[in-house]
């Protein structure tokens, strides 16, 4: 059965966060770097997705975790994967080896797992991130026309990554954690790009970022006028990870639940980070969170971001079998 068969039937668990995970490794720039890289003139320390390359093992250990957790799907470690993002480490060259490989790791655990359990297949999600520039707002306070990338830009980074994810093997696309719809929007210019040229139809996952509690993304959206410019495109799913925990972005899933006949998904935050950056929400709190979700018919995909665990995954997957997947009822 394919993913789009299996979500009918029930509620389908995304895994939780690769940058939690890798931090306990405490990792040091050796980490960072092989031979190719030993000379390579600046610090790479934190960029996580190298890691794929440079520590495939830590990258297989959390894909195994998750999936033992429970999760029907994995992302690959290729959030910041993109020649802009990358840029800022003077790996611009290196995206294709860094989306593929990520992805024929995650393209192995997930086929081993299914080997395992062929009643529970499991599935890769290629992350694509919102990159560390936007296309709506100015950098510079002194001039608001001005934008430090073009769409086209954008949309040729994105088209990069996606044909070299594809490449090795992931299943759909994820197109997470956007802050800037105009920069979705180009990345979705992409997928139909590679779509057409490929003549294959790979179900894209879209989500936002609710960043206030107005509920409108960095860029000023609201949560409706969010969905409203996307709803054009061919999608899987649209959802809301990240900002949030799960109790506050609930009134917004509520907004995307009642105005979509899309699939919806979450993965929200284990709560909101203490006066140190982490997380505290434990899977006992988080998961009584998410099952307002379930009793409320709000998700068909639910899972985890900043902060959470395997441990969290697994008690999200266990109340998640107590449920039926979101009956679409938008008749607006």
Known sequence: MTIVDIVKERILVLDGAMGTMIQRHDLQEADFRNDRLKDHHISLKGNNDLLSITRPDIIKEIHE???????????TNTFS?????????????????????????????????TVLDPDKPRFVAGSIGPTNTTASLSPDVNDPGYRAVTFDQLRIAFKQQIEALLDGGVDLLLLETIIDTLNAKAALFAVEEVRFERKINTPVMVSGTITDASGRTLSGQTTEAFLISISHCDLFSVGLNCAFGAEMMRPYLQVLADKTDFLVSAHPNAGLPNEFGQYDETPEEMVLQIEAYLKNNLVNIVGGCCGTTPAHIKAIAQIA??????RIVYAQ
Do not use: C, H, M
Request: hydrophobic share 40%; glycine share 6%; net charge negative.
């Open 65 to 75: 975790a998750y999936f033992e957790a429970g999760a029907d799907i994995v992302e």
């Open 321 to 326: 079998k107590n449920f039926k997947p979101r």
């Open 81 to 113: 994967s993109t020649s802009i993002a990358q840029g800022d480490y003077g790996l611009q060259d290196w995206i294709y080896e860094l989306n593929y490989q990520s992805a024929q790791i995650a393209r192995e655990v997930a086929d081993r797992f």
